[in-house]
């Protein structure tokens, strides 16, 4: 029962800041880590019993940024303190310093004052709402504090301030000036016509002026210079002698070398280098060229000299035109979005679609004729939907003949969701395709062969395991928008979809069941009628830790991607894929354009330092389109300054694999991303659809279950049975414990176990056959998550399997193995199966109809019966409690049981099991990799041992042996559905139910879509 009473401030808390954050991090607050509930924000506010004091700085030792007094490593941090205004001080000029890792909201006498979610690394300035300006009064206020963490470090400190909140767009690059870091020199950098003339004044005017040029100077000059002339900044970024790409605000330790430029009383050794290095490239007037360098060598001219710039200019404008000639062969036109940058705290949150600071976005088209001579011009860019009008656009999708294009759009700030629109090149005309009856955002669209469209929403209405947000999973839809099914039921997101040449579909799947949230972001493949979906590569692989957007090389079986993180922004290095090589790890990846196998430490942050690629576009076997970021931003580097997505940007270009590169567009106010080039395509060969909406099943047959590694060691013989089980997905986000393993921490949102349990709600469908020769064939519901486990004879799990795989409708799927290599068939030599020869078999079930595994419901009735007698708190086993009663955990808002809590090792007052001797299971954040059989589960857990051996002659019937075994099989699960055994309140139940509808009203809408579908010709198009 929760103690209701007034909380009693500390006085005096939070005090003014006028120069240093240091001054935040010495008050006391209140504190707690368990949900306060409803109200715990307002001025007067119910207290739970768990406040605690604490100084300012709560947080985990070693988070960067952090100066940690108060420890905190749970989730969540709930903070209340109090700040006294002054009569006589102005509350207009107050403004919130924070530091926090990872999101925050903070409350002044229960209005919301600021929030932000992401991390950083050092305190920066927030302006505080005006409604909660207004709440500030004279005397005592009521300041109260949430912070949320996942992963990594965790960090949260809050002070008032004198300092003004500097003026930024929420999506603009936080630039830095030159007139802030040296006014002085303000006025010294002017613009001229040219670039070299630009820099050869601003030389000039700092000898004359006496300026010291140090490294903050030198990077304020060449953001300067990005500002106005991008590609001749490029040009000299590549050719320099030194790191050109450290330059940028912040890196004072960097060792760019625009200062040795700005340097005078030198000789002009940099510049006759910088020409040195471009002559290679400039083909037969790469002589004349050599001839004019040698003159000036010859006649000892000085580096501030004009003739020297102009002279390197001529030749990179040469070397340019010879670079861009077989891009011009191609096409003549790019089409690209600028939008920000996506993802940030998680590599796929690319449907917070509400962000109040993604306003600014549109679709572009960049015009290369000009680029066709080298006369000093440039390719021209030209909107076709503005940047500036409140909207955002992503996403852009060329069709076939190369006339119409897809894309997704928010068309302006009061537009909560994306939704699928088309544009006809010629004439500029859109029409919607997505949006009419649906809730949610849908993105990321492309052309299927036939004609339909597949695309991405999140209006399956389901939350992230792991944090919370909406799901996004595939649909296809025909040319018009009309006849939309659901061809992705998948746990998390379904992304970036790209068709290769043979037709396949490949894509980002993020992928967790009973195993890291963290590293499996592989790649997947379907067929385009949604059918054959399974791994394309690294479904079980510790790295590359995630890979983005794949795209097809175009006359080959290999895909381009970038290589990146989990928990940062999508992008990171850039890497070839050939699965001809292999299937899992770095064997069949080629990094570019060091053409090496990737050397990137084991990390959640992949790949993330350095030079940034994403969105790329392969043109052919040596060259691509793509976003690229050549400054090295460091982006999760401890002592760097720089460590948001937002701070990044973007360019254009066209580069060769071994990394020659030329800017085609170029903006530092938003990124240029998702190149696409105006060509026609073949359409690939239409393959015939397979799925029959008017089937509920589909069938699977696997022929040699001993066949592939995932059984090895064990004797042929043992496996009896498969056992199907179903996953089933969360609507709502409510309540919330943590997990730690192998594979990393997590937290878990409305969770159905204890911290390291079951991710989601499992049900068992049944079980198939598994014959003498080790084949398997049997139906299973269609359009439906499912899970396999070997059983032995015992029906005790000897190899499980950690993802899921899905059936259309009336589809027939087959497999060689446990586990089998994607390239190897099957064996030689096999006759027809024993599986085949018997037909598909229905599933024999377990116990009764399929239902959520509950441990109230399976599992406590067997303790009651026969062991609570003894193991409770009066009896001879009364140190392991098993009776029913239920325990209130508060962060989880759930109420376990005793006995649960007991056999999962959950010490008092925690949310995370322990696998242990009595019950051993495989945490859900054990390693992504292939598991070897027997890792964890019923064979290994001594409560399944003990009762073999008759423990104290207690005789189980085998129905209470098999449920005891498939609950520990089952990663412990406690809850069957996410509505049992709930702590919610009023409101948190009405949410829930909101949700529950919500998604009966969209499965509602898509099932009149398929029955029109059914009542004309099915899967139209083959597709």
Same mark, same amino acid.
């Given at each position: ?43 007067? $506010? ?90 500030? =009064?004279?005397? =005592? ?61 601003? @030389? ?114 040469? @070397? ?226 995630? !890979? ?25 290095? !850039?890497?070839? &894929? ?40 392969? !043109? ?74 008017? =089937?509920? /099943? ?20 043992? &496996? ?43 049900? &068992? ?96 009735? &067997? ?46 007052? /925690? ?52 449920? !005891?075994? $498939? ?39 898509? @099932? ?16």
């Amino acid at each position: 029962m929760r103690r209701v009473a007034f909380l009693p401030v500390i006085v005096t808390l939070l005090c003014l800041q006028p120069a240093c954050p240091a001054a935040a991090i010495e008050q006391t607050w209140q504190y707690t880590t368990t949900d306060p509930g409803e109200g715990w924000q307002q001025s007067v $506010a119910p207290q739970c019993e768990q406040w605690k004091s604490g100084k300012g700085g709560f947080g985990k030792p070693g988070t960067p940024g952090g100066r940690v007094q108060t420890l905190w490593n749970t989730p969540d941090v709930w903070l209340r303190g109090e700040y006294v205004l002054a009569k006589d001080q102005d509350a207009a000029k107050l403004s919130l310093e924070v530091c926090h890792d990872e999101d925050f909201e903070v409350y002044i006498n229960g209005t919301l004052a600021a929030q932000a979610t992401g991390h950083i690394k050092d305190y920066a300035i927030y302006a505080i709402a005006p409604d909660a300006r207004k709440a500030l =009064k004279p005397g =005592k206020n009521v300041i109260a504090v949430h912070c949320h963490q996942t992963v990594g470090g965790q960090y949260i400190d809050v002070g008032f301030t004198t300092k003004p909140v500097p003026h930024r767009s929420p999506d603009r690059r936080q630039e830095l000036a030159i007139e802030d870091l040296r006014p002085e020199v303000a006025e010294k950098y002017v613009k001229k016509a040219t670039w070299q003339e630009t820099l050869t004044a601003v @030389r000039t005017e700092f000898k004359a002026a006496g300026v010291e040029v140090d490294m903050a100077l030198g990077s304020a000059l060449a953001t300067e210079l990005w500002r106005d002339f991008p590609h001749q900044t490029d040009w000299l970024m590549q050719d320099s002698p030194g790191q050109m790409a450290d330059w940028i605000i912040g890196y004072r330790d960097g060792k760019g070398d625009l200062t040795n430029f700005l340097e005078t009383d030198r000789d002009a050794s940099l510049e006759r280098k910088l020409i040195e290095n471009v002559l290679p490239e400039c083909g037969p007037q790469g002589d004349s060229l050599r001839t004019q360098l040698d003159a000036l060598v010859a006649a000892e001219v000085k580096p501030e000299d004009d003739r020297w710039l102009d002279l390197y200019a001529k030749a990179c404008r040469i @070397r340019r035109q010879l670079r861009l000639r077989p891009l011009l062969q191609k096409t003549s036109q790019v089409i690209f979005a600028k939008h920000h940058n996506m993802g940030g705290g998680f590599f796929a949150y690319t449907e917070y679609t509400n962000w109040p600071g993604n306003k600014f976005g549109g679709l572009c088209r960049i015009d290369l004729d000009a680029e066709r001579n080298a006369d000093g011009r440039f390719a021209a860019v030209t909107a076709l939907i503005p940047t500036d009008t409140g909207g955002v656009v992503r996403d852009p999708a060329l069709s076939y003949d190369a006339r119409r294009l897809l894309f997704a759009w928010r068309e302006d700030a009061e537009d909560r969701y994306y939704n699928i629109y088309e544009m006809e090149l010629a004439t500029g005309e859109v029409r919607p395709i997505t949006g009419a009856d649906t809730y949610g955002a849908s993105y990321d669209p492309c052309y299927l062969p036939g004609g339909n469209i597949l695309f991405v929403s999140s209006r399956v209405v389901q939350s992230v395991d792991c944090a919370g947000p909406d799901v996004s999973n595939f649909f296809i839809c025909d040319k018009d928008g009309g006849r939309v099914r659901r061809v992705g039921f998948d746990q998390v997101h379904t992304l970036w979809p790209t068709v290769l040449d043979d037709g396949r579909v490949v894509y980002m799947r993020w992928d967790y069941n009973d195993r890291s949230q963290i590293y499996p972001q592989g790649l997947l493949q379907m067929n385009a009628d949604g059918t054959g979906q399974t791994e394309f590569y690294g479904n079980n692989s510790w790295e590359p830790t995630t !890979l983005f957007h794949p795209c097809g090389i175009p006359g080959t079986s290999k895909i381009m991607a970038a290589m990146g993180g989990h928990h940062n922004p999508q992008c990171g290095k !850039l890497g070839v &894929i050939d699965t001809a090589h292999a299937r899992q790890g770095l064997d069949g990846v080629t990094e570019l354009p060091s053409g090496e196998k990737p050397a990137y430490p084991r990390a959640d942050a992949y790949a993330q330092t350095g030079d940034q690629y994403c969105y790329p576009f392969p !043109l052919d076997e040596q060259s691509l389109l793509v976003s690229y970021d050549p400054i090295a931003y460091y982006l999760r580097g401890r002592g760097r300054g720089f460590n948001n997505k937002n701070q990044m940007r973007f360019h254009l270009y066209y580069m060769t694999f071994d990394g020659r590169r030329e800017v085609l567009s170029a903006d530092v106010q938003i990124s240029s991303l998702e190149p696409i080039p105006v060509i026609a395509r073949s359409v690939p060969a239409l393959r015939p659809s397979t799925v029959d909406y008017r =089937k509920t /099943a589909g069938v699977f047959h696997l022929q040699d279950i001993y066949q592939g590694p995932g059984l090895t060691g064990i004797a042929r013989g043992t &496996i009896k049975k498969l056992r199907v089980v179903e996953l089933r997905y969360r609507e709502m986000n409510i309540g919330r414990n943590s997990s730690s393993g192998k594979g990393g921490g997590a937290s878990v949102v409305t969770p159905i176990a204890v911290g390291t349990g079951a991710w989601d709600v499992k049900v &068992i469908l049944g079980d198939a056959t598994v014959h003498e020769d080790g084949s398997a064939m049997f139906r299973v519901p269609a359009r439906t998550p499912v899970y396999f486990q070997a059983l032995d004879e015992n029906n005790r799990t000897i190899q499980t399997m950690r993802s899921w795989a899905t059936l259309m409708p009336g589809e027939q799927a087959s497999c060689v193995g446990c586990h089998e290599h994607k390239n190897r068939g099957p064996a030689s030599g096999h006759r027809t199966s024993l599986a085949m020869k018997a037909g598909p078999e229905q599933l024999a079930p377990f116990y009764g109809p399929a239902r959520g595994f509950s441990f109230a419901k399976e599992i406590q009735p &067997i303790l009651d019966r026969h062991c609570v007698k003894c193991h409770s708190a009066d009896g001879k086993g009364k140190k392991v409690l098993l009776a029913g009663e239920p325990v209130l955990d508060a962060g989880s808002k759930r109420y376990w049981s005793r006995a649960y809590l007991t056999l999962t090792a959950t010490k008092p007052g /925690a949310s995370r099991g322990e696998a242990n001797e009595l019950v051993n299971w495989i945490s859900n954040s054990s390693e992504p990799c292939m598991i070897p059989p027997q890792y964890g589960g019923s064979t290994r857990s001594k409560l399944i041992a003990m009762h073999d051996a008759g423990h104290n002659k207690v005789e189980l019937s085998r129905e209470e042996k098999d449920k !005891l075994a $498939a609950w520990i099989d089952l990663v412990i699960p406690f809850c069957g559905d996410y509505i049992e055994a709930n702590a919610w309140n009023e409101g948190e139940m009405k949410n829930a139910q909101e949700r529950m509808a919500l998604r009966k009203e969209m499965d509602a809408v898509e @099932r009149r879509s398929i029955a029109e579908m059914v009542g004309g010709r099915g899967e139209r198009g083959g597709s």
